[in-house]
C-alpha cells in the first residue's frame, strides 16, 4: 500500500499562485508514474497533469497547459504542482495519484481508472 498526503491548498484570488505537494510512503515512489486530478462541485474528477516515473515525460490538459507545472522529486518522493494564473474554474478538491509503471502501456496516464492510490485531496479556492 502505497500512502499519498497532499498538501498546499488554500483560498487565493485570481491571477494568484499555488503550490501543491504530494508527498508519498509505503512503496517506492519511482515505480510509479504520478498524475495529479480534481474535482469541482457537481463535476467528475478530471485529470490536470501526469509525470513518468523519472520525470521525462509530462502531460496537461489543455486547460492547464501553460499555467501549471508538474515535477517530482523521487530523493523526496514528493511530486509537485506549480500553478499560476490561478482562474475562478480552477476552484476544486486536487487529488495525487500513483500507478504502477507495470500497468500502463504509456508512461503517463491521463486515466483515472488505472491509478493504484490516491491522496486525500486538497482543497484549492479561488476568488474573485
Known amino acids: 500500500q502505497m500512502k499519498l498526503v497532499e498538501s498546499g491548498g488554500g483560498l487565493v484570488q485570481a491571477g494568484d499562485s499555488l503550490r501543491l505537494s504530494c508527498e508519498g510512503s509505503?512503496?517506492?515512489?519511482?515505480?510509479?508514474?504520478m498524475g495529479w486530478f480534481r474535482q469541482a462541485p457537481g463535476k467528475e474528477r478530471e485529470f490536470v497533469a501526469g509525470?513518468?516515473?523519472?520525470?521525462?515525460?509530462?502531460d496537461y490538459a489543455d486547460s492547464v497547459k501553460g499555467r501549471f507545472t508538474i515535477s517530482r522529486d523521487n530523493t523526496k518522493n514528493t511530486m509537485y504542482l506549480q500553478m499560476n494564473s490561478l482562474k475562478l474554474e480552477d476552484t476544486a478538491v486536487y487529488y495525487c495519484?500513483?500507478?504502477?509503471?507495470?500497468?500502463?502501456?504509456?508512461?503517463?496516464?491521463?486515466?483515472?481508472?488505472?491509478?493504484?492510490?490516491w491522496g486525500q485531496g486538497t482543497q484549492v479556492t479561488v476568488s474573485s
Open positions: 509505503g512503496r517506492a515512489f519511482d515505480d510509479y508514474a
Open positions: 509525470i513518468s516515473w523519472g520525470g521525462n515525460t509530462i
Open positions: 495519484g500513483a500507478v504502477s509503471v507495470s500497468h500502463i502501456s504509456a508512461d503517463v496516464s491521463d486515466f483515472d481508472g488505472e491509478y493504484d492510490f
